[in-house]
């Protein structure tokens, strides 16, 4: 059977992949800041144990490790913040909040790798999941956006210096999620599509031999489609 760590499973792209990989007969280790809302998420998914607590806490890093046990297969890095809301300009961008939007989309993913790597078999793969934002200067777009930027180069070192891993960003689309909600707040994001739409795109990367690298989700779905 193989094993998995999920960050940020309670709502959103999260729970999609936790859903789907659960019905692949995955074991899964999920995690997210609300322990209701995330019980709830993942009640009667076989094979998922939640605990949950903040990943850019120390011990909860070290409890998702040792919860996953002796052998890991897959490292999704789905937690995110997206800061202020409505986004700031760069130039009123409060420094305390920019500290912990960096502090849980980039230092915690890779803590979170540093503790699991050992554990990580050859050929395991870890999807950081990114943004657009991370490549294009999109107005008010800063915080966030230099978060996954750096957290893209971050992944990016990690595959040249793990040749035995699939390391990857992954930016799955605008998606119909609270948190785009939030990044809007009044706009109608009904249109957008749906988490699950970007699934099969991250598991064709999981479940495929794709070189590490930088993808996006709804291309790779089309192509295995």
């Given amino acids: 059977m193989s094993v998995g760590i999920v960050t940020g499973a309670s709502r959103g792209l999260g729970l999609a992949l936790v859903r789907a990989l659960a019905e692949g007969g995955w074991r899964l280790v999920v995690d997210a800041r609300g322990a209701g809302a995330l019980e709830r998420a993942v009640a009667g998914l076989e094979g998922v144990h939640a605990i949950p607590g903040d990943v850019s806490e120390p011990e909860h890093r070290r409890a998702l490790v040792e919860a996953a046990g002796e052998r890991i297969d897959l490292l999704v890095n789905n937690a995110g913040l997206l800061g202020p809301s409505p986004q700031p300009p760069l130039a009123a961008y409060p420094l305390p909040e920019l500290v912990r939007v960096y502090q849980v989309n980039v230092f915690a993913p890779l803590a979170l790798v540093q503790e699991a790597l050992p554990r990580l078999v050859t050929g ?102």
Avoid: N
Avoid at 131 to 159: F, I, M, N, R
């Fill in 124 to 225: 395991a793969a870890i999807l950081d999941i990114s943004s657009d934002a991370a490549v294009e200067p999109y107005e008010g777009w800063g915080g966030y956006g230099s978060s996954k930027a750096a957290l893209e180069q971050l992944t990016a070192v990690l595959a040249a210096e793990q040749p035995h891993l699939r390391v990857y960003s992954v930016d799955p689309g605008d998606m119909r999620t609270q948190t785009y909600q939030e990044a809007f707040p009044g706009e109608d994001v009904s249109q957008l599509p749906p988490p699950g739409d970007s699934v099969p795109g991250l598991l064709a990367l999981i479940e495929g031999s794709f070189a590490s690298g930088r993808y996006r989700a709804r291309e790779l779905a089309s192509v295995a489609a």
